[in-house]
């Protein structure tokens, strides 16, 4: 495949906007999947290209929640290991199934998480009580589960974490956006190397992209650690709407 300018404008605007939503509440490849689909590459192509810029460049916004201490060591090297796992075996997965299948179930999926956010006023500022053993379930476990649909497909992955860590691990909003960066970063570098592996990477548009992706991710998280529920819950919304509107255009 050759390199074009109108594909590297294309991808350097997608990937920046998709880049800056991700930080501040995941979901980012609803954007950027599309641009690279845009810019000309086929799908599986598309999605390994996609995790070479999402991966690297979510390295800047991982930087930012670590520096202010936003991240449980102790809940998060073991979900690591666990989205490592799931990660890779899901684009393994990917490359042999067709996609609609997960979109169908995302066709379920949509409207009980759409439930759940509208249902909560804001994402909560202070931790809530939990027991730690239930807290270290639910993180690994949603560590395996999302990280496995990220390696096999990725859109709105942050956005699942980001949900299931504040209103099932009881975490506060920055607190969780911290752990869901390091996992989704580990996910995603797995999911890139298989990817990889098996020769679904267009090198040169990802590394362009990724320097797109990376001052959104630094501008974005900077946004989130800032005004902590105020600007994660407003965009969590329109990520879900995004997704489902990518869904059903995916389907029809």
Same mark, same amino acid.
Request: charged share 10%; net charge positive.
């Given at each position: 495949?050759?390199?074009?300018?109108?594909?590297?404008?294309?991808?350097?605007?997608?990937?920046?906007?998709?880049?800056?939503?991700?930080?501040?509440?995941?979901?980012?490849?609803?954007?950027?999947?599309?641009?690279?689909?845009?810019?000309?590459?086929?799908?599986?192509?598309?999605?390994?290209?996609?995790? =070479?810029? /999402?991966?690297?460049?979510? !390295?800047? #916004?991982?930087?930012? *929640?670590?520096?202010? +201490?936003?991240? %449980?060591?102790? $809940?998060?090297?073991?979900?690591?290991?666990?989205?490592?796992?799931?990660?890779?075996?899901?684009?393994?997965?990917?490359?042999?199934?067709?996609?609609?299948?997960?979109?169908?179930?995302?066709?379920?999926?949509?409207?009980?998480?759409?439930?759940?956010?509208?249902?909560?006023?804001?994402?909560?500022?202070?931790?809530?009580?939990?027991?730690?053993?239930?807290?270290?379930?639910? =993180?690994? /476990?949603?560590?395996?589960? !999302?990280? #496995?649909?990220?390696? *096999?497909?990725?859109? +709105?992955?942050? %956005?699942?974490? $980001?949900?299931?860590?504040?209103?099932?691990?009881?975490?506060?909003?920055?607190?969780?956006?911290?752990?869901?960066?390091?996992?989704?970063?580990?996910?995603?570098?797995?999911?890139?190397?298989?990817?990889?592996?098996?020769?679904?990477?267009?090198?040169?548009?990802?590394?362009?992209?990724?320097?797109?992706?990376?001052?959104?991710?630094?501008?974005?998280?900077?946004?989130?650690?800032?005004?902590?529920?105020?600007?994660?819950?407003?965009?969590?919304?329109?990520?879900?709407?995004?997704?489902?509107?990518?869904?059903?255009?995916?389907?029809?």
């Amino acid at each position: 495949m050759t390199l074009t300018l109108p594909m590297v404008l294309i991808a350097v605007v997608g990937v920046f906007l998709a880049s800056f939503v991700d930080a501040i509440a995941g979901g980012g490849g609803i954007v950027s999947l599309p641009t690279y689909l845009l810019a000309g590459l086929p799908m599986h192509m598309a999605l390994g290209t996609n995790k =070479v810029s /999402a991966s690297l460049g979510s !390295i800047a #916004s991982t930087g930012r *929640f670590l520096k202010n +201490g936003y991240v %449980t060591w102790s $809940l998060a090297l073991p979900a690591v290991v666990l989205a490592l796992t799931g990660s890779a075996l899901g684009t393994r997965l990917q490359l042999l199934i067709d996609e609609k299948y997960l979109q169908l179930l995302l066709l379920i999926v949509l409207p009980v998480v759409a439930f759940v956010v509208l249902r909560q006023r804001s994402f909560p500022e202070e931790p809530g009580e939990i027991d730690p053993k239930k807290q270290a379930a639910v =993180v690994l /476990a949603a560590a395996l589960v !999302i990280g #496995s649909y990220d390696g *096999f497909y990725g859109p +709105g992955t942050g %956005t699942f974490l $980001l949900l299931i860590f504040t209103r099932w691990g009881k975490m506060d909003v920055r607190t969780a956006g911290g752990n869901v960066k390091v996992v989704n970063l580990a996910s995603g570098l797995s999911s890139m190397v298989t990817a990889m592996l098996h020769g679904q990477v267009f090198w040169q548009l990802g590394l362009i992209a990724t320097a797109a992706s990376f001052a959104g991710h630094f501008v974005g998280a900077g946004l989130a650690i800032r005004n902590g529920s105020r600007i994660v819950r407003p965009v969590v919304l329109v990520v879900l709407v995004l997704l489902a509107v990518k869904v059903l255009s995916g389907l029809l």
